[in-house]
């Protein structure tokens, strides 16, 4: 009875061990179906190719703890479409080198542009001047975009040169601080304003006074390109975006309804001046009768 226990578990055992090998050669063949859609395909990244390598390498080495006839014919396919990848990964590799060496000198004019303003603005406040805080600003904002088109430096200058530039543009932003103060403060002012604007413009929307509520819009439309400053809108719940966007739905809405009922006041009058004409001519011919009763009795009844 022990045997047979010690023998069932032998066999488990060994069942287990070859559904593992199973399952490790499929992922093999796996691998290299994924292998071959990158080889033949038009154009592939540095990145799909480097982590293909590196999935290659790992399920080879598992796969070389298996010496069998099974393991070693799909070890060789997988290969042989690594052959085909590796090329083209060394030249991505190569171009993306050569992509970092360009960012790393994009970087280094750019850190010098920031460390000759941070100078220059050091000086003026030194020599009592009045800096151009504004256009200070304006340059810092430029120099973090082309910072962003040219992050990716050599590894091993990237930390370097993003520490350098961080400094720099930090204390351009320290100096800046008064001028972004004032920005807000005039922003929360312009954000007050059109606040009150929207909640007329929206009162306004539904109403019939055509000649003054029009006359009205066209003033809050002038008013409200002269409300200051909004900043660059924002995304999702930024109160400047959605001040226009219910600032313009009001104004949309009014005058759509003022168009559809001038609309259908030029049918009526089109319609009156068509019943017009008719009486007009009538009243034409009556003129030249001689009946006099019956014309007259017509003519109260067309006037």
């Avoid at 055992?13 to 093999?28: A, F, G, I, M, Y």
């Avoid at 809405?253 to 008719?278: C, I, M, P, Y």
Wanted: aromatic share 6%; charged share 40%; with cysteine.
């Amino acid at each position: 009875a022990v045997a047979a226990v010690f023998a069932a578990r032998d066999q488990q055992s060994k069942e287990d061990e070859e559904k593992t090998r199973q399952e490790l050669l499929v992922r093999v063949q796996r691998m290299t179906d994924r292998a071959r859609r990158v080889a033949d395909a038009e154009q592939i990244t540095l990145k799909e190719g480097e982590r293909l390598m590196k999935d290659v390498r790992a399920i080879l080495d598992e796969a070389a703890a298996h010496d069998r006839k099974d393991f070693n014919d799909a070890s060789a396919a997988l290969r042989a479409q690594l052959e085909k990848v590796a090329p083209r990964v060394r030249d991505l590799r190569e171009m993306d080198d050569w992509r970092r060496f360009a960012n790393a000198q994009q970087q280094e004019r750019l850190i010098l542009e920031a460390e000759t303003l941070v100078a220059k603005l050091a000086k003026e406040e030194q020599d009592g001047q009045t800096s151009d805080l504004a256009n200070a600003a304006r340059l810092l904002r430029d120099f973090h975009t082309k910072w962003k088109s040219s992050a990716e430096a050599p590894r091993d200058q990237a930390q370097r040169l993003w520490e350098r530039f961080r400094t720099a543009t930090d204390l351009i932003r320290l100096r800046c601080e008064q001028y972004f103060k004032q920005m807000r403060e005039q922003r929360a002012e312009s954000l007050t304003k059109r606040a009150a604007m929207v909640e007329e413009a929206e009162a306004l929307a539904a109403s019939t006074d055509w000649v003054k509520a029009a006359t009205r819009f066209q003033a809050l439309q002038e008013e409200w390109n002269a409300a200051g400053p909004l900043g660059k809108p924002g995304e999702g719940n930024d109160p400047a975006r959605e001040l226009m966007r219910r600032f313009r739905a009001a104004s949309n809405t009014f005058f759509s309804r003022r168009r559809e009922d001038l609309a259908e006041r030029k049918k009526v009058w089109g319609d009156n001046q068509s019943k017009k004409e008719a009486l007009c001519a009538r009243a034409e011919e009556l003129a030249q009768s001689t009946d006099w009763d019956t014309a007259v009795n017509e003519m109260k009844k067309l006037q």
